[in-house]
Nanobody, 122 residues
Framework: VQLQASGGGLVQPGGSLRLSCAASGRTPYLMGWFRQAPGKERGFVAA????????FYADSVKGRFTISRPSGTNTVSLQMNSLKPEDTAVYYC??????????????????WGQGTLVTVSS
């Protein structure tokens, strides 16, 4: 599985951005997004299962970010609204082959895309 992420950029606080991640190859069970700010560890943002029926979010983004996965596609989008300066980070798309009870642990993901930088600043 190869992952290709796109959509980062510079946005003002309160603005919106949409990230996309296209997976080639076998359909992953779970796809998600992590982010890493300068000097910080990579942290979980959101994930969605293969069916698109189950979604998972970090508390810090609930109500502001929406992850989606159109049926029949291997593309995942992350719609980010009401962006804050603390959302500034490199965002990474990730995918996992297997079902596991957890979704937030980076080491449990099998595939990673290249990062895309999101900068929230006035």
């Amino acid at each position: 599985v190869q992952l290709q992420a796109s959509g980062g950029g510079l946005v003002q606080p309160g603005g919106s951005l949409r990230l996309s991640c296209a997976a080639s190859g076998r359909t992953p069970y779970l796809m998600g997004w992590f982010r890493q700010a300068p000097g910080k560890e990579r942290g979980f943002v959101a994930a969605i299962d293969w069916s698109g029926d189950s979604t998972f979010y970090a508390d810090s983004v609930k109500g502001r970010f929406t992850i989606s996965r159109p049926s029949g596609t291997n593309t995942v989008s992350l719609q980010m609204n009401s962006l804050k300066p603390e959302d500034t980070a490199v965002y990474y798309c990730a995918a996992r082959r297997r079902y596991l009870a957890t979704q937030t642990i980076a080491d449990e993901y099998d595939y990673w895309g290249q990062g895309t930088l999101v900068t929230v600043s006035s």
